[in-house]
Structures are given as structure tokens and as C-alpha cells.
């Protein structure tokens, strides 16, 4: 019998490779100032964190793809995506890092960059992808050239990095895509959307939510009012509370221009999985709404963490790839948003006491074997 090769840590993890890739432009990394290695070396930790939570979001998305998710595997999904929010925090902290340099220890390698751009981290671009980001709905760089075009080579070749994103462009639906097709096939109040008097069960639900609702901001009204100091203050308060209502009517009503009857049972599931969460058998699939607002979350703060470091290390100068730096990061940070409809549940949901009574609440409750 043949002696199996047994490795060493330094083979498996490939330590002298990775030590030998912090060389810049082609410069020997004992060249370069401590400052330009930690630079580099950052960033590289980046990529290898985004290559994580690509894997991650990927495993998650062909799981929501498949016709029917079963519950048990929804445990999995929810450790998915409690790994990528904490890959997300630790990028976060890598911030701090870069925040080590000073102002003039980062222009002393500055121009060396020109005219690359963090911008054409195609793994960055990839993630926002996948997760159901529009190309309509980007942000323009500042220049002539799209989003797409940033990442192509300096003659308008093609690139490592518009390959990957023009691979990621072709690779089937989205995160947000499959999660809504998941929470359109959801049972509201024991019913799917394919039943038998599906269209007046979720008729129901919604009337009897929106009365709920009703109450519950007619309450809080009243008890706003009493401490209104004039008449003008008073009508303030009537106009913003009325708003209210008006909001939640019209979110559980869309017309066909946001999607209509498909995207109004798509917003009542979310509505329902959340506010009925105690019952057993919404508890992952409610891990799995809280989890991704969690994601979007953090994510919004890396956008924002990035910004504020820029701002922090060079000013408000223009960006090395051409674009209005912070600004152009600023705005990012507000605009790329994916799950709007459950950010925006969070405004709609009342007290636990106040939801109404389900009519077929055994259907979420354990089941004997």
C-alpha cells in the first residue's frame, strides 16, 4: 500500500503565495512603503471576504430558486446569512486600518493608483448584482463612460473583471427575485395563492389589517393631540396620522405600474410572516426576513464606513477613477437598496395584541407525527 502525502498548514492555506502578492504594480513588496503594502493588503482582504459572501448569497439564491423550499432547509439558510453579516461587520472594521495612514502617507502612492477606482472591485459589483441591484437604478460614476465600461480595459478591451460581471449579468434570477416568488407562494392565513377563494381570503386578511391598523393610529392620535400645544399643531398631527393610513393602503393596494395583484400578496406575506411570528412554523421564515434586512443593513453601513474613511484620508477630492469621491459614495449609501417592501413593513406592523385574529391559526402550529 502506498503512504498517503500528508500536508502542512503552510500547504494547505498556501501561505508562500499569498505572502508573495503584496507586490503593487510588479514591485518587490520590500520596495514599497509600509503604508502602500497595507494598502494592498486590505484590499485584498476585501476580495477574499466578498468571494465568501458571493458563495454564501449564491447557495441561498438556488435554494429559494427550487419550486417548494422545505422548512428544514430554511435553518441552513438563515446560518448563510448570518455568516455573511458577519463577514460584512468585519469589513467594517477594516476600515480602521486604512484609517492608520495619514493624508499625506496615502498621496505619497496615490498617483500610482490613477486612474484605477474601488469602483472596479468586480466582486463588489457582482454581490449587488445578485442581489437584485437594477443597472437602471445605479448611480452615474461622474463620466462618459457606464457602469459596465468602467470595468473594461483602459482601450475598451475586455477585462478579468467585465468578464465576471458580464458572467454575473447572464446568471439566472436574482436574490430579491426568487425571495419574492418564495413569498408569493406563502400561505396567508392558511391560504396559497393557487387555492380555492385565494383572492378573497387575502381580501379579508388585508381589510381586517388595515382596520387594525386604523384603530391603532386613531389611538395613537388621540394620545398625540393631548399634547398639542395650538389648533395648528393639532392639524399638523391629523395630517401626518392620516398619512399614515393612507400609506399602508396604498402599500397593500399597489397599482399595476408597481406590480399589482403578484406584488400586493408579495407585500401581505411579508406583512403576515412578521406579525404573526410566534407561531412555530413561521419562526425560520421570519429569521430569514430579520436576516436579510440585518444583511441590507450592514451593507448600507460598509457603503456609509467607506465614505466617511475617504472623507477621513483625502478630503473631498475628486475620486483617482474620476468620479466625485465621497459624494458619489455618499449617494450610493442612500440610493442601493433592494428589500424596500420589508424595509417598509416595519412602518406597517402594530402591537402583537392588535393584529387580528387569523382564521385558520392551526395551520402554523406543530403537527404530530
Same mark, same amino acid.
Given at each position: 500500500?502506498?503512504?498517503?502525502?500528508?500536508?502542512n498548514?503552510?500547504?494547505?492555506?498556501?501561505?508562500?503565495?499569498?505572502?508573495?502578492?503584496q507586490?503593487g504594480?510588479g514591485e518587490?513588496?520590500?520596495?514599497?512603503?509600509n503604508?502602500?503594502?497595507?494598502?494592498?493588503?486590505? &484590499? *485584498?482582504?476585501?476580495?477574499?471576504w466578498?468571494?465568501?459572501?458571493?458563495?454564501?448569497?449564491? /447557495? %441561498?439564491?438556488?435554494?429559494?430558486?427550487?419550486?417548494v423550499?422545505?422548512? *428544514?432547509?430554511? #435553518?441552513?439558510?438563515v446560518?448563510?446569512?448570518?455568516?455573511v453579516?458577519t463577514?460584512?461587520?468585519?469589513?467594517? +472594521? &477594516?476600515?480602521?486600518?486604512?484609517? $492608520?495612514? $495619514?493624508t499625506r502617507?496615502? %498621496?505619497?502612492?496615490?498617483?500610482?493608483?490613477?486612474?484605477?477606482?474601488?469602483?472596479? !472591485?468586480a *466582486?463588489?459589483?457582482?454581490?449587488?448584482?445578485l442581489?437584485?441591484?437594477?443597472?437602471?437604478?445605479?448611480?452615474?460614476? /461622474?463620466?462618459?463612460?457606464?457602469?459596465?465600461?468602467?470595468?473594461?480595459? &483602459?482601450?475598451?478591451?475586455?477585462s478579468?473583471? #467585465?468578464?465576471?460581471v458580464? @458572467?454575473?449579468?447572464?446568471?439566472?434570477?436574482?436574490l430579491l427575485?426568487v425571495?419574492? +416568488?418564495?413569498?408569493?407562494?406563502?400561505?396567508?392565513? /392558511?391560504?396559497?395563492?393557487d387555492?380555492p =377563494?385565494?383572492?378573497?381570503?387575502?381580501?379579508?386578511?388585508?381589510?381586517?389589517?388595515?382596520?387594525a391598523?386604523?384603530?391603532?393610529?386613531?389611538?395613537?392620535?388621540?394620545?398625540?393631540l393631548?399634547?398639542?400645544?395650538?389648533?395648528e399643531d *393639532?392639524?399638523?398631527?391629523?395630517?401626518?396620522?392620516? =398619512?399614515? $393610513?393612507?400609506?399602508?393602503?396604498a402599500?397593500?393596494?399597489?397599482?399595476?405600474?408597481?406590480?399589482?395583484?403578484?406584488?400586493?400578496?408579495i407585500?401581505?406575506?411579508a406583512?403576515?410572516? %412578521?406579525?404573526?411570528?410566534?407561531l412555530?412554523?413561521?419562526a425560520?421564515?421570519?429569521e430569514?426576513? +430579520?436576516?436579510?434586512i440585518?444583511f441590507e443593513q450592514?451593507?448600507? !453601513?460598509?457603503?456609509?464606513?467607506h465614505?466617511?474613511m475617504?472623507?477621513?484620508v483625502?478630503?473631498?477630492?475628486?475620486?483617482t477613477?474620476?468620479? !466625485? /469621491?465621497?459624494?458619489?459614495l455618499?449617494?450610493?449609501?442612500?440610493?442601493?437598496?433592494?428589500?424596500?417592501d420589508?424595509?417598509?413593513?416595519r412602518?406597517?406592523?402594530?402591537r402583537?395584541?392588535?393584529?387580528?385574529?387569523?382564521?385558520?391559526?392551526?395551520e402554523?402550529?406543530?403537527? @404530530?407525527?
Open positions: 500500500m502506498g503512504t498517503e502525502k500528508r500536508t498548514y503552510w500547504e494547505y492555506i498556501r501561505v508562500e503565495e499569498l505572502l508573495s502578492l507586490g504594480l518587490e513588496s520590500a520596495e514599497l512603503s503604508d502602500e503594502v497595507l494598502f494592498i493588503t486590505v &484590499h *485584498q482582504v476585501f476580495e477574499l466578498f468571494q465568501l459572501v458571493l458563495r454564501e448569497l449564491r /447557495g %441561498l439564491r438556488d435554494l429559494f430558486h427550487a419550486p423550499v422545505e422548512e *428544514q432547509a430554511l #435553518s441552513d439558510a446560518r448563510g446569512i448570518r455568516r453579516i463577514i460584512l461587520r468585519r469589513c467594517v +472594521d &477594516h476600515f480602521e486600518v486604512i484609517e $492608520t495612514l $495619514t502617507e496615502y %498621496l505619497g502612492f496615490r498617483d500610482k493608483l490613477m486612474p484605477a477606482s474601488g469602483f472596479q !472591485s *466582486q463588489l459589483r457582482e454581490i449587488e448584482i442581489l437584485g441591484l437594477e443597472a437602471a437604478d445605479r448611480i452615474p460614476l /461622474g463620466t462618459s463612460e457606464s457602469w459596465i465600461d468602467a470595468l473594461r480595459a &483602459h482601450d475598451g478591451s475586455e478579468s473583471a #467585465s468578464r465576471r458580464e @458572467r454575473a449579468l447572464a446568471d439566472g434570477p436574482t427575485a425571495l419574492e +416568488d418564495w413569498l408569493y407562494r406563502t400561505p396567508i392565513d /392558511g391560504v396559497g395563492p387555492d =377563494g385565494a383572492a378573497e381570503a387575502l381580501d379579508a386578511f388585508v381589510a381586517s389589517y388595515l382596520e391598523h386604523a384603530a391603532e393610529v386613531a389611538t395613537s392620535l388621540e394620545m398625540a393631548e399634547r398639542a400645544l395650538c389648533e *393639532q392639524a399638523r398631527l391629523r395630517k401626518r396620522y392620516a =398619512g399614515e $393610513t393612507e400609506a399602508i393602503g402599500f397593500l393596494n399597489p397599482p399595476e405600474s408597481e406590480g399589482g395583484a403578484r406584488r400586493r400578496r407585500r401581505a406575506a406583512l403576515f410572516l %412578521l406579525s404573526y411570528r410566534e412555530p412554523l413561521l425560520w421564515p421570519r430569514i426576513l +430579520d436576516g436579510l440585518e450592514v451593507f448600507v !453601513s460598509f457603503r456609509q464606513r465614505a466617511r475617504v472623507e477621513r483625502i478630503g473631498r477630492r475628486t475620486g477613477g474620476g468620479s !466625485s /469621491g465621497v459624494d458619489y455618499d449617494a450610493t449609501a442612500l440610493a442601493y437598496r433592494i428589500f424596500r420589508l424595509w417598509a413593513v412602518t406597517y406592523q402594530i402583537r395584541e392588535a393584529n387580528p385574529p387569523l382564521t385558520r391559526p392551526e402554523y402550529g406543530f403537527r @404530530r407525527g
